[in-house]
């Protein structure tokens, strides 16, 4: 089945520590993007990719960094420099102006 | 900021229409309106979107003012499994998408 997958589920990072997200999507979609969602609120974009190797900021990209060097993969890197970073965190892709599509998120948590 | 207000939360019996109302009164002419929904701990789903014309798909039908100032999502039976969160937005592209609040949809037997 065509889709997006995010992984891990849940993660835990320590203080100071840089960490990871995957995401990666098989439904041939050129553009990718990076949502955070805090507790009982909306979606904030923080980063965005309409094609490989090209990625554009968001509302809120301080403190976090992407890279986009293949078509299916989107990763999202959450550095030291994001202080408070417990949310969770969603990838989408879409094909041009189509609609989302949503993988089922990561829970980020601090330790 | 999200360009729409929304309702914080509603409730709706079981079988019956649930009737979702979004205000986007400051909607450009190139703008759609977009309606996705969240299940707790999911990703949102998309279900309809409409530029001035009234659309109706197998989940929803959404009616736009003709000022367009304005619109409304109809479940026509909603389900258990409607209780989501409702989100109306308003974008002309998918880099301008803003997830506001949304509606919290409870779907009571």
């Known amino acids: 089945d065509g889709g997006i997958t995010q992984s891990p589920k849940y993660l835990f990072r320590k203080e100071g520590q840089n960490v990871t997200l995957s995401c990666e999507q098989n439904?041939?979609?050129?553009?990718m993007y990076w949502y955070r969602q805090d507790p009982g609120q909306g979606l904030r974009l923080i980063y965005y990719s309409q094609i490989v190797n090209d990625f554009q900021k968001g509302d809120i990209a301080e403190g976090y960094s992407v890279s986009r060097e293949k078509k299916e993969s989107f990763p999202l890197t959450v550095t030291s420099a994001q202080k408070n970073p417990t949310a969770f965190y969603l990838c989408?892709?879409?094909?041009?102006?189509?609609?989302?599509?949503f993988g089922s998120g990561t829970q980020l948590s601090v330790l | 900021d999200a360009k729409t207000t929304q309702p914080p939360s509603m409730d709706c019996a079981e079988g019956r229409a649930a009737n979702l109302p979004c205000n986007h009164s400051?909607?450009?002419?190139?703008?759609?309106v977009y309606w996705y929904r969240q299940i707790h701990s999911q990703g949102p789903q998309y279900i309809i979107h409409g530029l001035k014309n009234n659309e109706t798909n197998e989940m929803a039908s959404l009616i736009i003012t003709e000022d367009r100032k304005s619109s409304t999502l109809i479940l026509p039976h909603a389900t258990l499994r409607d209780t989501a969160v409702y989100y109306c937005?308003?974008?002309?592209?998918?880099?301008?998408?803003?997830f506001g609040a949304g509606t919290r949809l409870t779907v009571k037997p």
């Open positions: 400051t909607i450009s002419g190139n703008e759609y």
């Open positions: 989408a892709s879409s094909q041009g102006y189509e609609k989302l599509f």
């Open positions: 439904l041939n979609h050129d553009a």
């Open positions: 937005i308003v974008s002309y592209n998918n880099n301008d998408m803003r």
